[in-house]
Every structure is written in structure tokens, then in C-alpha cells.
């Protein structure tokens, strides 16, 4: 053969084998320590990801980076559906997708024909994998059925969800963030944080959603509004999925506003949890719900325990501030929760369930909350309301300032449910609860405005250091300052310094 043939051929060779290791994510030894790639609109799938020669898809990167690395996309929007087929390590560490620092990126699904995988309508997806971070993306415009902005799924462990923007995920079941625990090892060590969730079609799922076997989780900070149903929901029971619930997890420091549900009567919580166990409710703001926070158990079998609501605002809700209880005596179990220095305010403007509501539950204890309502055109301003279950010896409620705006004195209040006591002393005398508590105008300085500030407490105000020290009260109040500031607690979800 000539011999400058013979080299044009063997040039050849090594690049045409240079461009199959790219397109199949293979790399050199030195890559296998962790480093930056990067992704760009201009870029190409046969480069080497760095920052000089950027891949084109994140796709490309989902099946290429390695442990401990971080990718960076630039500017753009990128019409794909991804699925991460890479895990980072204990060892090496996360391996991070995210927009690069200042750049708006957006990965768009609504080419379905084109990017439609056989994992469902989900336009980033995560199963059996680890260490693996999702930052700064804006994730937006696909129309799904049974289909999430970012879907979790099998087992997992360290998965981190953090400041993305998911919205306009529309049709049936189009939720932002779901994350299934199906496998026999659970997904773990789950962290959503710090995103912004809206314009969504969740119904009849949820926006966010984690079911099965999860445990060891934190969902904070995120803001989720304007969607057809549940805002937050933690899972158990549903036996399609796993024989395993939600539980060890905190959902705390997030706003949800307006999630109603577009289905039946219109009954969805900002924060849900359906079948969940030892989970910490604190520190949300949540108005203009169907129902502000619901505990229950919807599922036959199902045992809700050790879910503690505490030092969360919640207001302006559709039919209730706070809901404890199984649907129906056949269902699941709720038993074992703590309702404590929450502010509840005008939570019944379509119907009474009032304030707080309870259904089925026993060994329940409801102490150092605020209730302040106003009557909805019949004269009752519902505070509480129940099914008979205030003269159960299991339940606990005390140290609570009730108020109702308008009415007088509290011999006009009204506290519903089996039984209806007009006024304060006749409940008190008739149940033996909230031998401690009282009604009075709270006095408060300001109310919320554009879902921000509000409910912090007047020098004179009756809920002053008028609560019961209580070992599940929590550390800090709703906004950050310490909870036990002198011998008494204030009732509801603000300290006053």
C-alpha cells in the first residue's frame, strides 16, 4: 500500500473513533476526575464539551458527565426531553446540571413528537440514580398526560431540585415535580428547594408530589401558585406504587397561593399530607386555597402519625385553615399530630368549615393557635369545627385566641360541628377544651400585603405571651425569630420581640 495512503487511512480511522467516543460519552482517563463541560445552542454533540467546543443537547451531557463534574448550559432555549443516565458518587460527589451563571435557559418540551421517550411525558427524568443536581433551568411548555417538569423515580439518593422555574405544563395530570419512591431501597437524602412552580394542570394530581417509598426529604422555599389542584403533597397507601409512605421529611418556608382544584367540589390543600408519617409542617404561608393545610389518609389501611403543623400563616382561604382527619371511619387512621402556634385568619369565605376543621383523628393536640374569622353572610363566624370530637379524651385543645370580626362579643361566636355552641363559655363548659384560652381582638399591626408581611402583634395584643411552652413549638417563629423569648410563648405564628 503507499505509504501516504496508509497514514490517510489511519488519520481517518482515529478520527472517525474519536467522534464515536463523543457520541457515546466515552472519555479519556484524565476526564474521569471531575471538571466543567458545557453546553451551548452553537455547539456540537461531537465536541468535547469544554468550554472552547461546547456539546449541543443536555441530553448529550445526561449520558456523558462524570461524578463530581458540573454542566454548564448557556443561553437558550433547548427543545428536548432529557434523561440522566449518569450518577454522581459519595466519593467524587453531585454531579450538577445547571444554567450557566447568568444566562436564562430554558428546556422546552413541547416538541412531544419528536422528544417523546418511552419514561411518559416528563421533560427531565431521573431513575436509579445518584447524586445528581438540577439548578437554575427555567423548564416550560409541554402538554402531557400523566407528565412532570422533572420526574424522580425507583430509588434514588442525594437528588437535588434547586431555583428552577417550572411552568405552563398543561393537560392531565401535568405536574412540576413529582418524585415516585417505587424500589425496595427508597429515594433518600431528596432536596427541592428554591423553586418557583405556576400555571401548571396537576389536577387530578398535584404540583409537587412525593409518593411511596421517600424518606429523609426537605421541600423549602419554593413558591408554587396558579395550578388546577394540590400544591404540595407528601403520599402513602397508594398501593399501585408501593406498600411504603412519605416520612422523615420537612416542607417548610414556602408560599403557595391559589391551588384549586378544577374537579368535584373544589376541595385541594396548599399543603397536603395524604398517608405521610413523621413529617414537620413549618414556617408556609398559604392563602387562597381551596384549603389552607390538610392532614388526612385517604387510603384504606394507611396509619397518619407524628405530623406536626407549626408557625405557618395561613389566610384568605376558600373553606379551611387547617384540616386534621380521615375522610370516613373505613379509611386510614390520623392519630398522634400537632396543631401548635399557627395564625389562622378569614379561612371560610365559601363555607363553614371554619378555621380549623377536624374529621376523623384521635390523640390530636391543638395548642397556641390563633383562629380569626369573620361570618359569611349567615351570622356564624366558624372557628372550629368538628365531628364530635372535641369530647374525645384523646384530644387536647388549649391556649388558642379565637376572635370573630364584626360580631359583637363572644357569646355570638360559633363553633360547629355534632354540636353547636353559641360562645366561648358554653363550649368550654360543655367539652372541658381550652380551659386556658380566650377571645380578643389579636391587634394586629399589619396584614399581609401582596402575600408578603403581616400578622405581627401589637404591645397589647391578648396572644402575648399567652401560650404554653410546648416541646413541639419549634425553634423560631414564621419569621425567623426565636420562639421562646422570656417564660410564655405568644399564641399564633409570630413572636413578638
Known sequence: MNPRLKIILILISINIYACLQAEVGVVDADDQNPRDYYVA????????????????????????????????VKEGVYKEKVIITVSGNSSAGFITFQAFPGHKVIIDGSDRKKHRDTFGDCIIYIENKDYIRIKDFEIAGSKVHDGSGIRIYDSADH???????????????????????????????LLIKGN????????????????????????????????NNIGIDMIGGERWLSSQVVRRGICSGNTVYRARSSYEDGYAAGIYVDGGNNIIIERNRVFECDLGIEVGAENNGVTVEQIIVRNNLVYNNDKAGIAVGAFSRGGGTVTG????????????????????????????????????SAHNGNKQAVLLSSLGYLKNSSIRVDYNLFYAENLGSDDDIFLIGRDTYSGLKEYIQKTGQDTHSSFGDPRFLALPQAGKGGFTLAAASPARNAGLVHQAQGEYDYYGSRRLQGSAVDIGAVEQK
Not at 56 to 65: F, G, L, N, W
Not at 209 to 220: C, H, P, S, Y
Request: hydrophobic share 35%; net charge negative; with cysteine.
Open 41 to 72: 445552542v452553537d455547539g456540537s454533540d461531537y465536541n468535547p464539551g469544554s468550554e472552547e467546543k461546547p456539546w449541543r443537547t443536555v441530553q448529550k451531557a445526561a449520558r456523558s458527565a462524570t461524578p463530581g463534574s458540573t454542566v454548564y
Open 159 to 189: 437528588i437535588q431540585i434547586v431555583n428552577n422555574k417550572i411552568h405552563d405544563i398543561k393537560g392531565t395530570s401535568a405536574m412540576g415535580i413529582t418524585v415516585y419512591g417505587k424500589g425496595a431501597t427508597p429515594i433518600q437524602n
Open 196 to 227: 418557583e412552580i405556576y400555571n401548571c394542570e396537576p389536577a387530578p394530581s398535584e404540583a409537587v408530589a412525593l409518593n411511596g417509598n421517600v424518606k429523609d426529604f426537605e421541600i423549602t422555599d419554593n413558591i408554587i401558585h396558579d395550578v
Open 337 to 372: 399530630c400537632t396543631i401548635i402556634n399557627n395564625t389562622l385568619y378569614k379561612n371560610n369565605k365559601l363555607t363553614a368549615q371554619g378555621e380549623l376543621w377536624l374529621q376523623y383523628v384521635s390523640d390530636l393536640e391543638i395548642v397556641n393557635n390563633l383562629l380569626y
